[in-house]
């Protein structure tokens, strides 16, 4: 695996093509950095997507790939080898920006797919969700000045660890937003549906603790939850005492 930081070029030759490559609405933004960041991959017409990535700032990302990213000159690429040296029980700060969901099934028994804080709201009474919404999206005081985080994203987030070797210590949910992407843009274009995709992104920020180092690992290279096309699914490591770097 290879952890790369990458920059899209900002010299004289590129400048004329900022606003095109490095939109500033933000939904139209993560539709171009898509395309940009397959780019980098995308060799062949039947290449399957096997990288992972995430904006970190406008025309800056962080890519998580299974090979090493080929520069079609658009881009600054600082690029090493991502091998985690982990034991049980270590400790590691992460970021994780995540598309949550849940599957649940209908009347005939088709499953669907739910953003799982929009879930969790639309499943209390009307009259009650006030409450609720404040409980599913975190940021609701205690009664000792604390602030829960998220109970639906923490429990989906501690389903994740279950499954792939680790558990959380502390949880902080930095940020919550829908995103709208065109229908042409995504995987599954061919529906007859002509509706943008619509999504949820949570930005997670916490502490956790490995209990299978190789699960944890292969659950790194893999990804967590869905949206992986449009910037999902990388989770950050790093030790806590340290001030930079990931494990």
């Known amino acids: 695996m290879y952890l790369s930081r990458v920059c899209v070029r900002r010299d004289q030759g590129l400048a004329a093509l900022g606003r095109v490559i490095v939109p500033d609405d933000d939904d139209r933004r993560l539709d171009v950095a898509h395309r940009l960041i397959w780019s980098l991959f995308g060799d062949t017409p039947d ?3 096997d990288f992972l990535w995430r904006e970190e700032e406008p025309g800056r990302f ?3 790939s299974r090979r090493a990213p080929a520069n079609p000159g658009l881009f600054e690429i600082e690029m090493r080898q991502f091998s985690p040296a982990l034991s049980k029980g270590d400790r590691l700060a992460f970021r ?3 598309n949550a969901t849940v599957a649940t099934r ?6 669907h797919r739910h953003d799982v804080v929009m879930n969790a709201i639309q499943s209390c009474e009307t009259g009650a969700r006030a409450e ?3 409980r599913e999206l975190g940021w609701l005081e205690t009664d000792d000045g604390r602030i829960e985080p998220p109970l639906a994203l923490r429990t989906w987030l501690e389903r994740q660890g279950t499954r792939t070797g680790f558990s959380i210590e ?3 949910v930095i940020s919550y937003e829908k995103r709208q992407i065109p229908r042409d843009t995504h995987k599954n274009q061919r529906r007859k549906s002509k509706a943008d995709v619509v999504f949820g992104i949570a930005d997670l920020d916490g502490i956790l603790v ?3 180092p190789e699960q944890f690992v292969a659950g790194l290279c893999a990804g967590f939850g869905r949206a992986k096309a449009f910037g999902c699914g990388l989770m950050l490591i790093k030790r806590p005492q340290t001030a ?3 494990a």
Do not use: E, M, N, W
Not at 106 to 111: E, I, L, P, S, V
């Open 170 to 172: 502390a949880l902080q």
């Open 47 to 49: 290449t399957r997507r």
């Open 106 to 111: 209908d009347g005939a028994g088709k499953q």
């Open 62 to 64: 962080v890519i998580l």
């Open 244 to 246: 930079a770097g990931s």
């Open 132 to 134: 609720p919404r404040k």
């Open 210 to 212: 490995v209990h299978d």
């Open 96 to 98: 994780l920006r995540a």
